[in-house]
């Protein structure tokens, strides 16, 4: 069955993100910024709420054990699209041009569901997927077979018609098992070699 649409990751992939982004702002001392991240406001901390936990609960839960940092930990969620750093190169390009040759186009991505609007509402780009599933909306993330599942489902499309785009091997294999084609992203080029090869482009 020849694949027809594509499934992109967002994070790292359409838009490059990272806590530093917004932390280096914040924070003047680069050693004192390395401890901030790595000790406080983690990768680990922040995944609750791309799997559904919202904000207040983790910003007291956080600031309680960290009560120094509490005014640094309260910037994360009205200043989040701070972490989001510009466009991957070449990707909103390539996804204007699958838009243009009616390709349909959808998104799986683990963001928190409270973070995640006033991101979308930014990015024009997004106008051109027919479906995004928030990990956060639904309380699912990747690489859980569960999410994926649920976006077959109301991606309305066969998985082996799709090929999923996401910069972690865990969750192009989480994609595998649900029988999506998987493309682990490294960069725009690379992809664009597959997806012509596809007869995408």
Not at 29 to 55: I, N, Y
Not at 98 to 126: K, M, Y
Not at 135 to 164: N, T, W
Not at 172 to 196: I, K, S, Y
């Amino acid at each position: 069955m020849a694949v027809r649409g594509v499934v992109f990751d967002v994070g790292n992939v359409l838009f490059s993100w990272d806590p530093r982004f917004l932390y280096e702002r914040l924070i003047d001392d680069d050693r004192a910024l390395d401890a901030f991240l790595r000790d406080v406001v983690t990768h680990e901390w922040h995944f609750q709420h791309d799997a559904g936990r919202p904000f207040a609960e983790t910003q007291a839960e956080l600031s309680a054990l960290y009560p120094e940092h509490a005014e640094l930990i309260a910037a994360w969620g009205p200043r989040f699209n701070d972490s989001v750093g510009p466009a991957v190169p070449g990707m909103l390009d390539l996804v204007e041009e699958l838009a243009t040759r009616d390709v349909p186009l959808f998104a799986i991505t683990n963001f928190s569901g409270e973070f995640w609007p006033p991101f979308r509402d930014t990015q024009p780009v997004f106008r051109h997927f027919r479906d995004i599933i928030v990990s956060g909306d639904e309380k699912l993330v990747k690489p859980d077979r569960a999410i994926y599942d649920l976006a077959l489902a109301r991606f309305g499309m066969p998985a082996e018609e799709l090929i999923f785009i996401d910069d972690r091997a865990e969750n192009v294999a989480g994609a595998g098992t649900a029988g999506m084609r998987g493309h682990h992203f490294r960069d725009a080029a690379t992809l664009r070699a597959e997806l012509r090869s596809l007869g995408l482009l």
